[in-house]
């Protein structure tokens, strides 16, 4: 975490009792998202956000813009005496997400300090923080055997296999030994060894710079460990990007000194090293404020499993304060990959075509096919083991929980004003109602409704009311999504423009006349299933001919059943069908130019459909959808250049889905406000509803990603006319308390 002393405060500090608007002001000027509040006496008294005004004006208020701030302030601020102050020692207690800590003297600001949000260790373009992926290193060191274009090989291959970066070795043979080719033999078996081995093998220094040269062709850093003062020189005004320390010199002062004094960044092995030994080598990196990753190491080739404890990289965290890695010589990848579980940011591992080749480093190399294994089971973990977060259902969890969780039932009939007594509550599945651990909060209250036998109980049961639908007031036309089974009993509640009726794969099969007594004067949409039956989700770009064919079939049923319904809807002139079109894998994205075929595939699939009188109208997806059978990769109708562009190929509309689009932001780094703007021409109806991160939907309104103020802005400015609906997670339940409460939520803001 890097930080600075600012003793110029003024821009960011106003007093409790000016208005929301002049502290909105200041914060529009210091370009901090922030302004901390004092009272009369310069007190610190709280602080107001960018955050905090959003939230405030997403909630009903009785506050307007010239309201004083103390009304509305932040009241909990982090800060720190001035005097008692250090970065290194309160470096734990700083939340990662604040950008200003005001240092205090007697209660006082006297000064802020600014807080880089991500501590930062970069090797060359290659920026290592808390959230990047872990840095990969392929060791190929002598493993060229002294062949140039053999190491130029090796360096495509562990391109080709993942690695960040591709590691070298240089020694200057006369000044590193202590003694030479004609005396070498006064030298024991070992050093013996290793000078043959290493003379044989070496390439000269001009040849090294030929393959590092090759590495930045190739788009891969080289990185290149120094043995000596003459090799780290030669490095140095080559202009390598760090330097990497062996182990055998973590307690060579000498040569680490020069490295650090060079200002370039390193990366150290501890392997051969005591703790105290890598104390003092610690303190000579501080001493001349070097950037530094130590990496836990065993040296031995290959190493024992017993001998290599994997834990002490915590330890070496407490030490640094900073990022770990971890230098594997163990044979196989699970350590290596077990590693950066245990918090290891960088990855060493040796690197060669042939294990039998001459030389120790060989025997505890990985293949090709090897490392590569190791660097997706090194994805996978940094995915499983993203930063810490408040535990929360998924999106999957929340199916899984409705499908398979339990609920409290009534076993009987409960007349409204009847106390809710424990022999009258029963547990049954699906979760769609109060969990069991509800119970006692439940055993005790009054009906505040007629409950029917078999009835799930919910959180108004509990609370003695619940909210009401109404009549509201929307600058387009709203609806919601029905079933067959409750439209009847919803149609009624509101003035809807429009009903969106959610089909099953089983509502295809029945006889619809009975759900409908007369005709409606409002307008008609469809949701397609995408879950039909043997298992089958629909995807009109399957590579399998009899997938697809199958596709098409079941969507020529919804067509049909579309316009079934369509006969109780005399005012809808063509019936519109969303459907979610398919184009999803299960192992991983595909690549981007591969993306056009399948929109062809799209296209060419839905030529066959069956339309009748409907049109169909695509969603737009999240990258990470949740199907029946687990979760995808989305790889079509997903980026809005791609949407608009295979809308105005093939003349489509789409169903724009803000929350698919948000988690896509999310994930992409997008503005949802330019995602809108792009896709707007083409859209044909909207599904409103939050998201929260990229795969985190069902959130409730406002306590997720969507800024719904600029939204509403964005959308009132390019398709101020095109209907939608809240798509709530269970927002039918309870009598649809989730549309209810989504409406309230859109009409207090003006959507």
Request: charge should be neutral; hydrophobic fraction near 35%.
């Amino acid at each position: 975490m890097v930080m600075k002393t600012k003793k110029n405060i003024e821009d960011f500090v106003s007093y409790e009792t000016q208005s929301i608007k002049d502290v909105l002001n200041k914060i529009n000027k210091n370009q901090k998202g922030i302004i901390f509040l004092i009272n009369s006496s310069g007190k610190l008294t709280g602080s107001f956000s960018d955050g905090d005004f959003r939230r405030l004006m997403l909630r009903k208020s009785e506050y307007n813009l010239d309201s004083e701030i103390r009304k509305v302030m932040n009241k909990k601020v982090t800060f720190f005496e001035e005097s008692k102050f250090n970065e290194n020692n309160y470096v734990s207690q700083i939340n990662s997400n604040l950008k200003l800590i005001p240092l205090t003297d007697k209660d006082k600001i006297v000064s802020l300090y600014l807080v880089d949000s991500e501590r930062c260790f970069e090797i060359g373009n290659f920026k290592l923080t808390e959230n990047s992926p872990t840095f990969i290193i392929a060791e190929i060191g002598n493993n060229h055997q002294g062949d140039v274009a053999f190491a130029k090989e090796m360096v495509e291959s562990a391109i080709e296999s993942g690695a960040d970066c591709v590691k070298f070795q240089m020694r200057d043979m006369k000044s590193l030994y202590n003694f030479d080719e004609d005396s070498k033999d006064v030298a024991d078996l070992g050093s013996q060894y290793t000078f043959d081995l290493l003379s044989k093998y070496q390439l000269s220094n001009s040849e090294l710079f030929e393959v590092f040269d090759f590495c930045k062709e190739k788009g891969v850093i080289p990185l290149c460990t120094p043995w000596d003062l003459s090799s780290l020189e030669k490095l140095n005004n080559y202009g390598i990007d760090a330097f990497k320390i062996a182990s055998a010199d973590l307690t060579n002062h000498a040569l680490l000194e020069k490295a650090a004094s060079t200002g370039k960044p390193l990366i150290c092995s501890t392997g051969m090293s005591t703790e105290q030994e890598i104390k003092s080598s610690i303190e000579i990196m501080k001493k001349h404020k070097s950037k530094f990753v130590l990496l836990h190491c065993n040296s031995t080739y290959p190493a024992p499993l017993r001998d290599i404890n994997l834990n002490y990289l915590s330890r070496l965290k407490d030490l640094t304060k900073f990022f770990v890695g971890y230098s594997g010589h163990e044979r196989g990848i699970n350590i290596a990959i077990s590693s950066v579980a245990l918090g290891a940011k960088i990855v060493e591992k040796h690197f060669t075509f042939d294990k039998k080749l001459e030389g120790n480093d060989h025997k505890v190399s990985l293949l090709p096919e090897e490392f590569k294994n190791m660097v997706d089971g090194i994805r996978e973990i940094e995915e499983a083991a993203a930063p810490l977060k408040k535990r929360v259902l998924t999106q999957g969890e929340m199916i899984n929980r409705d499908v398979l969780a339990k609920s409290l039932i009534a076993k009987e009939q409960i007349l409204k004003g009847t106390t809710i007594s424990r022999n009258l509550i029963g547990v049954k599945s699906p979760g769609n109602g109060l969990q069991p651990n509800s119970l006692n909060k439940l055993v005790g209250k009054k009906a505040f409704r007629d409950i029917k036998k078999g009835d799930f109980f919910y959180k108004s049961d509990i609370e003695g009311s619940k909210l009401l639908p109404r009549n509201y007031k929307f600058s387009r036309p709203y609806g919601i999504p029905v079933r067959f089974h409750d439209f009847s009993s919803l149609e009624k509640v509101s003035k809807f423009d429009f009903f969106e009726f959610h089909l099953s794969y089983s509502d295809l099969e029945v006889n619809i006349d009975p759900y409908f007594k007369g005709n409606f004067d409002q307008d008609l949409i469809v949701h397609s299933p995408e879950l039909f039956k043997e298992d089958h989700v629909l995807d009109l770009a399957s590579p399998d001919n009899q997938y697809l064919k199958k596709s098409i079939k079941n969507l020529d049923k919804v067509c049909s059943m579309s316009s079934k319904i369509k006969k109780y809807f005399k005012n809808s002139k063509r019936t519109q069908i969303v459907v979610n079109a398919g184009g999803f894998s299960a192992d991983g994205f595909i690549k981007k130019d591969e993306a056009k075929k399948l929109y062809e595939k799209i296209y060419k699939s839905l030529s066959k459909v069956k339309l009748q009188d409907t049109e169909i109208i695509i969603q737009s997806m999240p990258p990470f959808p949740w199907h029946f059978g687990g979760q995808r990769y989305h790889n079509i109708f997903v980026d809005p250049e791609e949407i608009s562009n295979f809308c105005r190929d093939y003349g489509y509309r789409i169903c724009l889905d803000v929350s698919h689009a948000q988690m896509a932001c999310s994930f992409f780094g997008w503005e949802l406000d330019q995602y809108v703007n792009e896709v707007s021409d083409f859209v044909a109806h909207l599904h409103i509803s939050d998201a929260l991160g990229y795969d985190g939907e069902g959130v409730k309104f406002g306590e997720g990603d969507v800024d719904f103020l600029s939204l509403s802005k964005v959308l009132k400015n390019r398709i101020p006319d095109i209907g939608f609906i809240p798509e709530v997670w269970q927002g039918h339940v309870n009598f649809g308390q989730g549309f209810w409460e989504a409406f309230e939520f859109l009409e207090d803001i003006g959507f």
